[in-house]
């Protein structure tokens, strides 16, 4: 059974690590840093089978307009089983009173989030600068 929380309390270096390789996220190549970013996020929603941790999004928040979604991942053996729409949803209900949600989508995940409530905003691009 899955059970589902916004508690960090036990999230572990070890567990956080395990769950971005089995999507083989970069990330997860930085465990210290991953661990302290997670730790950090405004809140964090979990999925967990006994004491795995089987998904996870963590968000950041200035706490009164705006809110971004980071990190949204499911451990692909529990793929489609509704895991990351359940954290998704909790992720939606807690922040429901924000003005703007923001997440950036990998192309084959945009219609996950679509059904979820998101679209594709017109008028911008999502830029970045990675390590120097």
Same mark, same amino acid.
């Given at each position: 059974m899955i059970t589902y929380t916004f508690e960090k309390a036990g999230l572990t270096k070890e567990g956080i690590e395990r769950l971005f390789h089995s999507v083989d996220w970069e990330s997860a190549s930085y465990p210290e840093d991953l661990y302290l970013a997670i730790m950090n996020s405004h809140s964090v929603a979990t999925a967990w089978d006994g004491d795995q941790l089987v998904g996870l999004a963590n968000a950041l928040s200035d706490d009164s307009m705006a809110v971004y979604f980071h990190y949204v991942l499911t451990d692909?053996?529990?793929?489609? +089983?509704?895991?990351?729409?359940?954290?998704?949803?909790?992720?939606?209900?807690?922040?429901?009173?924000?003005?703007?949600?923001?997440?950036? +989508?990998y192309p084959k995940a945009v219609g996950f989030y679509e059904s979820l409530g998101f679209e594709p905003e017109q008028t911008s691009t999502p830029m970045y600068v990675f390590s120097r």
């Open positions: 692909p053996a529990y793929q489609g +089983s509704g895991i990351g729409k359940t954290i998704m949803n909790m992720m939606l209900d807690r922040y429901e009173e924000m003005h703007t949600k923001v997440l950036v +989508s």
